[in-house]
């Protein structure tokens, strides 16, 4: 029985979170986001051109995400390059993004975002989301909204918001699964899990996400506006 | 009935309510949802009566029918030359576009614009697939030679050039350059010596900083005259 | 501006002793930021920002064979990543030539020093060492990634303590509190000749219109351990020698940041 969550968070509450903009001055947006030990920046190049040519749409632009971590942000060293893992989720970061953006305005071009996990304590590819949305509002390409997403899951018999690493390791049982909302909609466009629970278990976690994303949503937008209140202070 | 949920000037999110009600009009940077009003991008509120539009805080250039931009000539072709405009792609520049001198066919392009030369152009048609041509047959539009291109962010060009280009006005008497402001976001200048240009670029980069807040043309007036700002 | 514009503009302001960000041709930018414990899961980690460049790098250790040639002897192993987050001009994919050139020169620059006590690392000679692993990462590529990677790695070095051991198992994860031998701590000053003039710390721009750039690693005894050439115009010797002159000292200043 899973009684005491190990940081002695309550069920339904995230580790803490900071979030900032406009970290990388060559890219045309970026963000850092923390949640918890994980850390993670963000940057997006575009729209800029696209090749090899066969990949280009004159209706739209492409979105391209490359998820990747750092040899030294987990404990058991990651040798560099991709992996299976970082190539799936560089597709469903991808697809949790583009039903956010109207890329009609960019034809034959790419919306490049790149994603770099500094330090991993579970939740990682989440965090991604959650700095690549607001390096794509940093950058200037027209969203719907913020996207903003969360694990939660089934720790022992608990279902909890947020699972940190030692959380999903739990040797009495854990699943584990990411979910991304489109800003203050109830559009869901990441939903993974991997490991074992039922529909209404399902249910009352995905009720935990929506409460989860939405504290997210409102330090997201807090960090874009921060950006130019700095300026303000400074004058 | 409508409800506008925030002033003129406000600084608004992706997805951040503007107004509620028909009684405003969308226009640039911001979408109707329903009966909602929402912003698609990081930006200023601007209303103008029930026009209800954003001016962006950030984004890189889309090139757009009419504007006068700073390109960089990068190859040639056959019947003309493809310049560097900072879109995703060339833009062309036809030799009946170029110039109103009569051009053979089959003559040596690089004779009038070379690889690596600044011109000063507009952009006369943007195609669906956001295909442009230029023209440098107009006022003002011709090869730059000497001074200096620096990079600005092109959300900010408004503010740089000002009311009627008044703010730019100012800058180039009391700097005593030249400068020309692409929508771009190029801004080539040319002083009489290294001096003038370093204050005329730092005067650039303080309005690109400062675009969103209050009272920045007289912040602009003071240190161009020397005053501690 | 095309490139010889540009290069023009840069010189011509050079000769009057002042580059285009108003600095003059010896001092680098300011401030140099230096930042520990980036990665709590790293044995040792850093970031260095010079004015607008920014790398991180880490250190990650393990237990295996040593190399046949060097039995009683640790392994390091430097690499380093160009990310594509850093600039428009860096690709997704394995490290090309200027990625493995930085990591090399990096390399070098430690491994020659003697900066790592490789002996101390032996655990069971011929059989079982420690294996160094520095990963270095561009973060912002405003020029002269090799000076502030070099100073990164040294600052996770010199912060790397070893995990611990179980057996002939690490416990990854967990740290001990003793700290990874060393000797030395080599820093690089990497200087750029654009027409007749020398400067140091070459900002994005100054790189694009250089003639030739020499990087000198050097250690605390003013001995030089590494060098490394690049652009596409030759220097003379008279060149060389007043580039280590300007290296030891500054390598002297940036030593200061060590503390």
Redesign the interface.
Known sequence: MYSKRFDNRKLDETREIEAKVGIIKRADGSAYFRIGDTKVIAAVYGPRELYPVFLQNPEKGLLRCVYDMTSFSVTDRKRPGPNRRSIEISLVTEKSLLPALDLSQFPNTVIDIFIEVIQADAGTRCAGICAAAMALADAGIPMKDLVAAISVGKVGDKIVLDLNKDEEDYEEGSTDMPVAIIGNTEEITLLQLDGDMNKEEILEALRLAKKGCSEIHKIQKKALKEKYMSVKENE | MGDLLVKDKD?V????ELAIGMDYLPAG?V?RLNDKI?A???GLVSISGRLIKLI?????Y?PKKGDLVIG?VVDTGFSGWRIDIDW??EANLSMKDATSEFIERGSDLTQYYD????ISVQIIHVS???IIDLTMKGPGLRKLK?G??IEVNP?KVPRIIGKQGSMIQMIKEKTNCKIIVGQNGKVWISGLD?ESE?KATQCIYKIE??S??DGLTDRIKDFLEGKNV | MNEDGLKDYISSLISKNIRIDGRSLLDYRKPIKIELNVSKNAEGSARVIMGETEVIAGVKMNIGEPFPDTPDEGVLMVGAELLPLSSPEFEPGPPNPQATELARVIDRGIRESGMIDVKKLCIKKGELVWMVFLDIYTINDDGNLIDASALASVVALRNTVLPKIEGDKVLFGEHTKEKLPLKKAPLTCTLVKIKDKIIVDPSLKEEKVMDARLSVAVSENNEINALQKGGDKGISIEDIEKMFDIATEKTKELRKHLH
């Open positions: 600084i999110v992706p997805g951040e940077g979408y929402y698609s991008q990081v962006p805080l950030s984004g890189r889309i960089k995703a792609y690889y690596g030369d600044i669906g697939s956001k000497g200096k291109i959300t290294p370093l900083a400062e969103h807040l």
